[in-house]
């Protein structure tokens, strides 16, 4: 038997209300806040990754589908949606079209990633992006969107982290002063952090081993040494969502894995069950657009994982799928029955309700046992009896009701019935 690749899920057909549900809700989010949606194809260039992401990062050294295909290009099934976003923008000129780009996704991606709980190689991701300005408006509008979407989805115990990570100028200051830090101690570091100190000393506060979070506990903070474009940059986010009343903590050691990342930073979380579950992460990427080619565009966004947040739905017990329902079951009883109801339930389905009919040949009995099944409004039995006097025996399914129905009113008794 073949089966699915190791880290992929079969999304059946019990589950895909609960993701189209989801997905509705942020599209209509998405809508609110005028983001438009952009689809990008699921491979690129390689090189757009190692260049967009970073050679250095987790993602491009060690999590990427990358393969040759025929002409011996190198293409990558994309792990992450900022950088082809940000190719697409570049590439169709859109800085050209309009000054301003609120622009979303929600998208399939791909990472080699070790299976363990919750860790799928193929995952999905909504998330969006603002390109073309670096108003600290537009990092409070980013903010406030994510949580106002988790608020509409009715996610409870919401708990925003707020950073930021200045620019390159001050940054560079920060590194040497945070490497001076490390270096005494730095043998006791973990292995990853010993090699994060030449390539990427900020990632070793983000570290998780417990060594080096007690060696990390007084590490010069980066909100301490930015310069005064980034300081009034970061307050002014700050005001602002005060304004919105969007409660956050200041995290000093909130950093992205991503090395395109400047000033603002932020993180949402929801706790369920005792759990702190990080359900979005987000920022603010100046030098993306010029890293790739692109005009100087400065650029905010965020992304979130859909399989995480239906997981935190669930702990938290919120259904936003409708139980599904049948609106009529055509029950024909007898081969001269059967050859007439497809032709009736098209005339159903024409005004707009969901029809179904036997097709396997059932007994009555089986027939309805079906019917309950699927949760439907109205059985309409179709026997010889009902054949000779032109009539249906309707079953009133929510109100345990029969009644008899001539062919000719059928159609507008279900539709009257069915908008009550
Ligand atoms: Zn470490
Ligand atoms: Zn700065």
Not at 151 to 163: C, P
Not at 260 to 278: D, H, K, P
Not at 323 to 342: H, I, Q, Y
Not at 373 to 391: A, C, D, S, Y
Request: proline letters at 5%.
């Amino acid at each position: 038997m073949i089966r699915r690749i190791k880290g992929t899920q079969d999304i059946l057909p019990d589950e895909t209300p609960k993701w189209v549900a989801l997905e509705n809700l942020i599209r209509k989010m998405m809508g609110r806040y005028n983001f438009h949606e952009l689809r990008t194809p699921i491979f690129e260039q390689t090189q757009l990754f190692a260049r967009g992401i970073g050679q250095l990062t987790d993602i491009v050294s060690k999590e990427m589908y990358t393969f040759l295909d025929r002409g011996k290009k190198q293409l990558t099934l994309k792990p992450e949606m900022t950088a082809p976003i940000m190719r697409a923008y570049i590439e169709n000129k859109l800085y050209a079209k309009a000054p301003l780009n609120k622009l979303f996704y929600i998208a399939p991606l791909f990472r080699q990633e070790n299976p363990q709980a919750g860790r799928l190689r193929q995952f999905h991701q909504f998330g969006a992006e603002t390109l073309g300005t670096p108003d600290p408006n537009a990092d409070a509008e980013m903010i406030d969107l994510a949580w106002s979407i988790f608020k509409e989805i009715g996610l409870t115990n919401l708990t925003l982290r707020l950073n930021s990570v200045g620019d390159p100028n001050c940054r560079a200051d920060y590194k040497i002063k945070l490497k001076e830090y490390i270096r005494p101690n730095l043998d006791k570091y973990c292995p990853d952090c010993q090699r994060r100190y030449d390539e990427n000393p900020l990632r070793i506060l983000d570290c998780k081993n417990p060594t080096c979070v007690a060696l990390n506990q007084n590490a010069p903070k980066l909100v301490d040494n930015l310069c005064d474009d980034c300081r009034a940059h970061y307050d002014a986010v700050k005001e602002q969502l005060h304004r919105l009343n969007i409660p956050f903590a200041e995290d000093p050691y909130l950093v992205r894995g991503l090395d395109y990342y400047t000033r603002t930073v932020f993180e949402i979380t929801s706790s369920a069950l005792g759990a702190q579950n990080a359900i979005c992460g987000g920022g603010r990427y100046d030098l993306l657009a010029k890293e790739l080619d692109g005009p100087d565009t400065p650029a905010v966004g965020f992304a979130a994982g859909i399989e995480r947040l239906l997981m935190v739905m669930e702990q938290q017990g919120i259904v936003l799928a409708k139980k599904a329902r049948l609106d009529v079951f055509l029950a024909p009883l007898g081969d001269k029955a059967r050859a007439e109801g497809l032709a009736w339930l098209q005339k159903i389905r024409a005004t707009g309700l969901s029809a179904e009919m036997d097709l396997l040949g059932r007994s009555i009995k089986a027939q309805m046992r079906e019917a309950n099944r699927q949760n439907t409004r109205f059985v309409l039995i179709l026997g010889e009896n009902e054949l000779e006097k032109q009539e249906f025996a309707v079953k009133l399914m929510d109100k345990g009701e029969q009644i008899n129905v001539p062919f000719e009113t059928i159609i507008d008794f279900l539709e009257k019935e069915s908008a009550k």
